[in-house]
């Protein structure tokens, strides 16, 4: 996700904790936190940490994370551990903690570390301490409200746009991992306040089984949910040709005043799960692109399963060679930033097919309102403070120590997001629900759907 495109024109936020890649879902699990290692040790020793701000990122709390999830869920997570979950055997259950979503040592350390950087640069953004902030270790896009799924415990995009709301009257989220964003969707399914656009293969039972393109939001958020379900193979022209124009469509229309791109790198070829063609420099274009129309910008990682060409995509430098010695032997063995990741796998994406896809969310991006606006509101105080003197001075950024800035949790505050949650104690219920129980369940899980939420920004920043 082309980190190298943003340059010093843009002031950018990099957010990394050094521990963030020492978690390990298990032998044989997919998901390797140690990837965000590899991708940190790029940034390094290509020296690109001179081009941003960069923070060790505050970790969140379980008031963070209940902004979305419900207490009982994330009571759970910080209670479980390997070696008592013999005794949350029915909790296990009831949150779908398990295989796919395995209990491991340090869980909620970990993520509350992810969520932490997420949620910190989200509040960047709000204050224009950057125009562009970004957390690799971000973008777990499928966990629910009750419950975990797909390698994804605590939704932290929902929570970081749930504090981009405050300033922000339009947010819109696109997703370009191969998985379908159908947390993010289900969070924001009945509002306008915020549009979500995923790119994603659909069909042959494939996780998470959602993201038809005839899913287009209910209620206030009617057509405010875009899907585009592709098939297997797709190369880069192919994706460029309908990514450029609908996501031109889309911002022309919604007018959004913050973006937040979910990049994550199994949509790469060769990729442990996944199956598409897309090159380490197609799947940059995406990000080049939306960068492009210079609104600010929260990036977040995501999915992707074969380590070494996750660090390669979310560095994506224009230098061709690898030549420094940090974890050389993951690169073997053409030791470069841009192998050919192509595969054999048959593009079945036809041209009559994306023109179909096409003119389908052409037609729907016509039923919209074009953007909505909000009533003006007092702003809410920030989960984070800033001191004054805790700003990034450019002139120091000179080595790998910079990143160990200051941040604090602003402790003895009101609870600022009451009007964003639903305060009734639910029972959790399964994701997957049909017929009448759906849209019920979708309320439940909508904590921003209710409007009017917080959309004044102030003319001076109050520090504390």
Known sequence: SDINSFSMTNRTSYFYDPDVGNFHYGAGHPMK???????????????????????????????DMCRFHSEDYIDFLQKVSPNNMQGFTKSLNTFNVGDDCPVFPGLFEFCSRYTGASLQGATQLNHKICDIAINWAGGLHHAKKFEASGFCYVNDIVISILELLKYHPRVLYIDIDIHHGDGVQEAFYLTDRVMTVSFHKYGNYFFPGTGDMYEVGAESGRYYCLNVPLRDGIDDQSYRQLFQPVIKQVVDFYQPTCIVLQCGADSLGCDRLGCFNLSIRGHGECVEFVKSFKIPLLVLGGGGYTVRNVARCWYDTLTHTHTHRSYFEYFAPDFTLHPDVSTRIENQNSRQYLEQIRQTVFENLKMLNHAPSVQIHDVPSDMLSYERNDEPDPDERGGEENYTRSVHFETGRENTCDTLLNEKKKTPVPSRCHGEDTRAYVRSCSSACLDPLVTHEPDVLKHA
């Open 33 to 63: 936190p140690h990837r965000l290692s590899l991708t940190h040790s790029l940034v390094l020793h290509y020296g690109l940490y001179k081009k941003m701000m960069v923070f060790k990122p505050y970790k969140a709390s379980q008031h």
